[in-house]
């Protein structure tokens, strides 16, 4: 923005007026574009013009910018019966910016695109054992992942907007990973070690090309704009490791340090085994993916191709003895600990994820019968326990969901760049 009180002859109450007009601008491109974003069918200019108030001269202008900027374009009217010209809808663009999700995570790596209206178009899982692999050479992997994603968002026609990385563990502010206790990452600088590769995306306005952040927390953002869902729940990502994301009131809960949700370093028995965190008892050691697969008799050896949870369900269905008994007892354990988070906060709703999602049909019920048991208002008020909307891929999906999430609600920063 130009400084105007450095020019000869402007008053500072034309500037004022030069920063209000600009602010207003931006208000009324984030309120037409929300309620675009927001609609279930196509509204009009002038259906949005009686919604918000706003003039329909300013509302058309905005809807212009909107288009130029490739974020709105017009959809063909319904038929209706009457007189006159019936008006076109408008919807968000699927050829516009779209977001980069990437997930590095103990056994496999994962990159998707989504677009501006929410759409998965672009999702690729390679699978590995990266407990070995150092830090960078994980991270080279997925930048490798993260270049045939862009291809593909290219041939589509869209242009990646930002990138979100899911990580298992504790992330600060900065992107710096504190501690992934089952990666064996310590103190791992992220954005120092992608710093070497090309962008995997474009900033938009200050926000960096790359954010960083927790893979429970970007897989219950993802959960609480899949759909219809209440405004509190825990949302649990089930998989080697076992985290957490607290949605209270329609708000990801952080923590006074951003690092909340850890729920599979809660005790489940103090004199429990001893944990990859160097406690003893955490649920990880009874529900995490690798003590179910012991548990039922399995391990990573005798897996294929596909996820240890998809082969723990096959023989569920089969009616495998050893599998039903793993996952029953996966399910208690988590039940206590979920019980503790319930009663604490307050949740009706508590969403499997990750792993958890494929394996639901048979953790759900001991699940239930603890939180029966263990919840103080149960009684008159139960639980809902169901599985994640978007399955295993929660986490990849949120991240990218929250680089668009961010178009829509500052679209100025992208028309910004656009100019």
Same mark, same amino acid.
């Given at each position: 923005?130009?400084?105007?009180?450095?020019?000869?002859?402007?008053?500072?109450?034309?500037?004022?007026?030069?920063?209000?007009?600009?602010?207003?601008?931006?208000?009324?491109?984030?309120?037409?574009?929300?309620?675009?974003?927001?609609?279930?069918?196509?509204? @009009?200019?002038?259906?949005?013009?009686?919604?918000?108030?706003?003039?329909?001269?300013?509302? @058309?202008?905005?809807?212009?910018?909107?288009?130029?900027?490739?974020?709105?374009?017009?959809?063909?009217?319904?038929?209706?019966? &009457?007189?006159?010209?019936?008006?076109?809808?408008?919807?968000?663009?699927?050829?516009?910016?779209?977001?980069?999700?990437?997930?590095?995570?103990?056994?496999?790596? %994962?990159?998707?695109?989504?677009?501006?209206?929410?759409?998965?178009?672009?999702?690729?899982?390679?699978?590995?054992?990266?407990?070995?692999?150092?830090?960078?050479? %994980?991270?080279?992997?997925?930048?490798?992942?993260?270049?045939?994603?862009?291809?593909?968002?290219?041939?589509?026609?869209?242009?990646?907007?930002?990138?979100?990385?899911?990580?298992?563990?504790?992330?600060?502010?900065?992107?710096?990973?504190?501690?992934?206790?089952?990666?064996?990452?310590?103190?791992?600088?992220? =954005?120092?070690?992608?710093?070497?590769?090309?962008?995997?995306?474009?900033?938009?306005?200050?926000?960096?090309?790359?954010?960083?952040?927790?893979?429970?927390?970007?897989?219950?953002?993802?959960?609480?704009?899949?759909?219809?869902?209440?405004?509190?729940?825990?949302?649990? @990502?089930?998989?080697?490791?076992?985290?957490?994301?607290?949605?209270?009131?329609?708000?990801?809960?952080?923590?006074?340090?951003?690092?909340? !949700?850890?729920? &599979?370093?809660?005790?489940?028995?103090?004199?429990?085994?001893?944990?990859?965190?160097?406690?003893?008892?955490?649920?990880?050691?009874?529900?995490?993916?690798?003590?179910?697969? &012991? %548990?039922?008799?399995?391990?990573?050896?005798?897996?294929?191709?596909?996820?240890?949870?998809?082969?723990?369900?096959?023989?569920?269905?089969?009616?495998?003895? /050893?599998?039903?008994?793993?996952?029953? /007892?996966?399910?208690?354990?988590?039940?206590?600990?979920?019980?503790?988070?319930?009663?604490?906060?307050?949740?009706?709703?508590?969403?499997?994820? !990750?792993?958890?999602?494929?394996?639901?049909?048979?953790?759900?019920?001991?699940?239930? %019968?603890?939180?029966?048991?263990?919840?103080?208002?149960?009684?008159?008020?139960?639980?809902?326990?169901?599985?994640?909307?978007?399955? =295993?891929?929660?986490?990849?999906?949120?991240?990218? !969901?929250?680089?668009?999430?961010?178009?829509?609600?500052?679209? @100025?920063?992208?028309?910004?760049?656009?100019?």
């Amino acid at each position: 923005m130009t400084v105007l009180w450095h020019c000869q002859g402007v008053s500072s109450t034309s500037t004022a007026g030069a920063v209000r007009q600009g602010s207003l601008r931006e208000l009324n491109l984030a309120v037409v574009l929300g309620r675009i974003a927001a609609a279930d069918q196509p509204p @009009s200019r002038a259906g949005i013009a009686g919604q918000t108030g706003l003039t329909r001269a300013t509302v @058309s202008a905005v809807v212009d910018d909107l288009i130029t900027g490739r974020l709105v374009t017009e959809a063909d009217p319904a038929p209706r019966g &009457g007189a006159g010209r019936p008006a076109r809808g408008l919807r968000l663009a699927t050829d516009g910016p779209a977001g980069l999700g990437l997930e590095v995570n103990v056994d496999y790596l %994962a990159a998707c695109v989504v677009d501006l209206a929410g759409t998965v178009r672009h999702h690729e899982v390679r699978r590995a054992d990266l407990r070995p692999v150092a830090p960078a050479d %994980a991270l080279a992997r997925l930048v490798e992942l993260a270049g045939r994603a862009r291809a593909a968002a290219d041939r589509e026609g869209l242009t990646l907007a930002g990138a979100t990385l899911a990580v298992p563990g504790l992330v600060d502010g900065h992107g710096l990973v504190r501690l992934a206790p089952n990666l064996g990452w310590r103190d791992v600088d992220v =954005p120092a070690l992608l710093a070497a590769h090309p962008p995997l995306a474009e900033p938009v306005d200050g926000v960096p090309a790359l954010v960083v952040d927790n893979e429970a927390n970007l897989a219950a953002l993802g959960e609480l704009h899949a759909g219809p869902t209440t405004a509190s729940f825990l949302h649990v @990502s089930g998989e080697i490791g076992i985290g957490a994301g607290i949605v209270l009131d329609g708000a990801l809960f952080r923590g006074a340090r951003g690092w909340s !949700g850890e729920l &599979g370093h809660v005790p489940v028995d103090p004199a429990g085994p001893r944990c990859r965190c160097g406690a003893q008892g955490c649920l990880e050691t009874y529900a995490g993916q690798e003590a179910v697969l &012991g %548990a039922a008799g399995l391990s990573g050896a005798d897996l294929p191709a596909d996820t240890a949870a998809r082969r723990l369900a096959d023989l569920a269905e089969a009616g495998d003895p /050893a599998t039903l008994d793993a996952l029953r /007892a996966a399910g208690t354990a988590l039940g206590v600990a979920v019980a503790g988070v319930v009663n604490l906060l307050d949740l009706d709703t508590v969403v499997l994820g !990750g792993g958890y999602a494929t394996l639901a049909p048979w953790l759900r019920p001991p699940v239930l %019968a603890e939180l029966t048991d263990r919840v103080l208002t149960a009684a008159w008020s139960p639980v809902t326990v169901r599985a994640a909307a978007l399955g =295993p891929a929660s986490a990849a999906v949120g991240g990218a !969901g929250s680089v668009v999430r961010r178009i829509i609600t500052r679209p @100025s920063g992208w028309l910004a760049g656009r100019q």
